[in-house]
């Protein structure tokens, strides 16, 4: 389908393909099996300026354009998920300082991140506080013209390889929801240190660490916003990230299609291709379907939030929880195309479905996304 992008648009998503095509796919099953973080490909894209697309101009970006942020996203997940995510995640990182940042973190911070000297990661995930992101236990108590961090945060991505740290944490316990705040917290900072890598099952190319606070003293001025701001800081920084996740799932699924339907065109079978059966023409055509339908989804919930629309909870988590779906569905049917071979690691499809999976765990399950949908919903049906 024709999304009417524009000649910029359109450039973006070319250069991504050109990135995608020729740095990530050929590294793609290396970082897969090594767990090695991408700086190679890292550095291409920072030197391709495709970092700016989440950071306003005034701050070395290309304006905050979430459509630019998505499609650059889908072109690299269509090589490589994992390291796609590590784009993305910096974006997630990002965004915290981008939506309440005062002048002088702005200029500190973001210039940075705009070229991909540094990138970002985000942490409010803890052991006993996934979906329920109130129970989180991490605390930051002030000290004068400190506060001191004390707590662990696990599944973060870009653990261990990000500099710049947005990192939710209490200032009350008393208050719930209400005393979370949001803090910048840079890599060496005193008391703040990594544990374990995690050994992945899919997005291997990605950095998955602990965050380990122990007294770590962060300066005040590194506050976001204000003390109990955090969960806001949080959702807000969610609404504009889903649609992210949402590209990356994409990109997976359109990846696994055209994976499966080149697949179907050279195997043979009963003497003629598989793909002239209409039983894989079938399953071809639903995975086509619904990878379009997803990809409208997400551009529209993009769009929305470019022109400006304040409440897009809804959509966002509409967007994210249909198109992992997809994603999920078409890998797992593009690899039973491929047939006993695609189960094989000598063939890239069965990454896909690996790689798929998390996009329906992180920034919040489906399940959590499908309970965002529902209660905006009878919200509003009751005004």
Known sequence: MDYLLTDEQKMIKELAHKIAEEKIRPAAAKHDISEEFPWDVI???????????????????????????????????????????????????????????????????????????????????????????????TTAKKEGDY?????????????????????????????????????????????????????????????????????????????????????????????????????????????ALELAVKYAKQRHQFGKAISSFQGIQWMLADMATEVEAARALVYACARAIDAGVKDVSKESAMAKMYASDVAMKVTVDALQIFGGYGYMKDYPIEKYVRDAKITQIYEGTNQVQRNIIGLQLIREMAK
Do not use: W
């Open 147 to 255: 506060y001191i961090l004390n707590g662990l945060k696990h599944f973060i991505t870009n653990g261990g390889d990000a500099e710049t740290y947005s990192v939710i944490a209490m200032t009350d316990k008393n208050k719930g929801a209400r005393g979370a705040s949001a803090f910048i917290v840079e890599k060496g900072t005193p008391g703040f240190t990594f544990g374990k890598k995690e050994d992945k099952f899919g997005i291997r190319a990605s950095s998955t660490r602990e965050l380990i606070f122990t007294d770590c003293k962060v300066p005040a001025k590194n506050l976001l916003a204000r003390e109990g701001m955090g969960f806001i800081v949080t959702m807000r920084t969610f609404d504009m990230s889903r649609p992210g996740v949402a590209a990356q799932a994409l990109g997976i699924a359109q990846g």
């Open 43 to 137: 550095k291409v894209i920072a030197e391709s300026d495709l970092f700016g697309l989440f950071i306003p101009e005034e701050y070395g970006g290309m304006s905050v354009n979430i459509t630019n942020l998505c499609l650059a996203t889908e072109e690299f997940s269509r090589a490589c998920g994992g390291i796609a995510v590590c784009y993305a995640a910096s974006a997630l990182g990002t965004f915290p300082i981008v939506l309440f940042g005062n002048e002088e973190q702005k200029k500190k911070y973001l210039p940075d991140l705009a070229r991909g000297k540094k990138v970002a990661a985000f942490a409010i995930t803890e052991p006993e506080a996934g979906s329920d992101a109130s129970a989180i236990k």
